[in-house]
C-alpha cells in the first residue's frame, strides 16, 4: 500500500492543553538508549523501558534519577529488546520479552518471579508468542498481550495462565494485522487496541465469560486529521479521550471517545517534537501525560492542564 501524504498535519497545535514540564534521559552510567515504554508504579515511582540497554530504569516524580535493573540475555530476569511493560496493584512487573518470545515477570526490584510462553522460542499454539510487543493489566485484572507476528491479542490471568484469543490476520472488523498497542477503557473495561498496518484503533466488549466481541472501530491510512501512518501505542484520560501515538508521523493524536480528531501533539517538519514516539501513558493521579520519544533517547512528560 502506498501511503500519500498532504501538507494538512505539519504545525504544532499550540492550543493543546498540556504543557511540557521535563524529560527523562539519565542513567546511572549513561543515558537511556531507545526507551520504548513508560509506566508510573502504585507508590508513584515512574519506570521506564530502556529497550536499547536491555533495562528498566527508575525515576521519583521530580525526574531524579534513583536505580536501574536488567540484563540482555534469555536467562531470568534477562530480557532480549522489550519492547512494552505492564505494572500491577502489587507492584510486580509484567515485561513483553519481544526477542524472547515471552512475557517475564519481575518484582519492583528486578527479581525474578516468573515467566510465561517458551523462552527463546517463537509459536502460534495458546499460550505461545511470536514477538510479544504490548501487553496491558485491564480493570479486571485480566493480562493482555498483542502477539505481533501471530496478528493476535492473547490474553491470561496474572499467574500467566492462558484464557482466551482475541483475533487472527485479516483486514475485516475484529481482525489484525500487526498489532501492537492496547489498553482497557477506564470505566467500559471495552479492550482497545492499536491495529498497526490495518491503520486503525479496534474497540472490543467482553460479554461477561471472558470472551471478547468486536465493537467499533475507528482511523484510516493517511496523515490528516483522524488518521495514521504507524500508529503504535494508545491511552485514554479520566475525560474519555483517546490518545495515540504515530511513530511515522512524530506526533501523539488526541480523539474524542467517537475517534473524532481533537489535537495534537507534535507533526512539525522542520524541528520534530518526537522522533518515533511510541509507549505513552496517563497517570490519572497527577493527570502527567508521558511518552516515549524513543529516537530521541527520552521520556518527555506532560502536565493535561484541563483536567482537575
Not at 529497550?51 to 531470568?76: K, W
Not at 496478528?151 to 487472527?168: A, D, L, S
Not at 486503525?200 to 465469560?209: A, L, N
Request: hydrophobic share 35%; no cysteine; charged share 30%.
Amino acid at each position: 500500500m502506498i501511503i500519500l501524504f498532504s501538507s494538512s498535519i505539519v504545525l504544532a497545535d499550540d492550543e493543546a492543553p498540556v504543557k511540557h514540564l521535563f524529560n527523562l534521559k539519565k542513567t546511572e552510567d549513561g543515558t537511556l538508549n531507545y526507551p520504548a515504554d513508560v509506566k508510573v508504579a502504585p507508590n508513584g515511582e515512574i519506570f521506564v523501558l530502556d529497550t536499547g540497554n536491555n533495562q528498566i530504569v527508575v525515576y521519583d516524580q521530580e525526574g531524579n534519577y534513583l536505580r536501574q535493573f536488567g540484563d540482555g540475555g534469555d536467562d531470568e530476569g534477562e530480557v532480549e529488546y522489550p519492547l512494552s511493560f505492564a505494572i500491577n496493584k502489587k507492584n510486580q512487573i509484567y515485561i513483553a520479552d519481544t526477542e524472547n518470545h515471552r512475557v517475564e515477570v519481575l518484582d519492583k526490584n528486578g527479581n525474578y518471579l516468573f515467566e510465561f510462553g517458551i523462552e527463546g522460542e517463537e509459536g502460534d499454539k495458546e499460550g505461545q508468542f511470536n514477538r510479544p510487543i504490548g501487553i496491558t493489566i485491564g480493570n479486571d485484572g485480566l493480562v493482555y498481550v498483542s502477539d505481533l507476528k501471530n496478528h493476535r491479542i492473547q490474553v491470561f490471568n496474572q499467574k500467566g495462565e492462558f484464557i482466551t484469543i482475541i483475533g487472527e490476520f485479516g483486514r475485516r472488523d475484529g481482525q489484525f494485522k500487526y498489532p501492537v498497542g492496547l489498553i482497557t477503557a477506564p470505566e467500559s473495561n471495552d479492550l482497545y487496541v492499536v491495529d498497526t498496518l490495518n491503520f486503525r484503533i479496534q474497540i472490543f466488549e467482553e460479554d461477561g465469560k471472558k470472551e471478547w466481541e468486536f465493537d467499533d472501530t475507528f482511523g484510516r491510512v493517511g496523515n490528516r486529521e483522524g488518521s495514521f501512518a504507524r500508529p503504535k501505542d494508545i491511552a485514554i484520560d479520566e475525560e474519555e479521550r483517546i490518545y495515540v501515538t504515530d511513530s511515522f508521523l512524530g506526533l501523539v493524536q488526541v480523539l474524542d471517545d467517537d475517534g473524532e480528531f481533537l489535537f495534537k501533539i507534535g507533526g512539525e517538519t522542520k524541528k520534530p517534537l518526537f522522533k518515533q514516539a511510541l509507549g505513552i501513558y496517563i497517570d490519572d493521579k497527577t493527570n502527567r501525560l508521558y511518552v516515549a520519544d524513543r529516537g530521541n533517547n527520552q521520556i518527555q512528560v506532560y502536565k493535561i492542564t484541563d483536567l482537575k
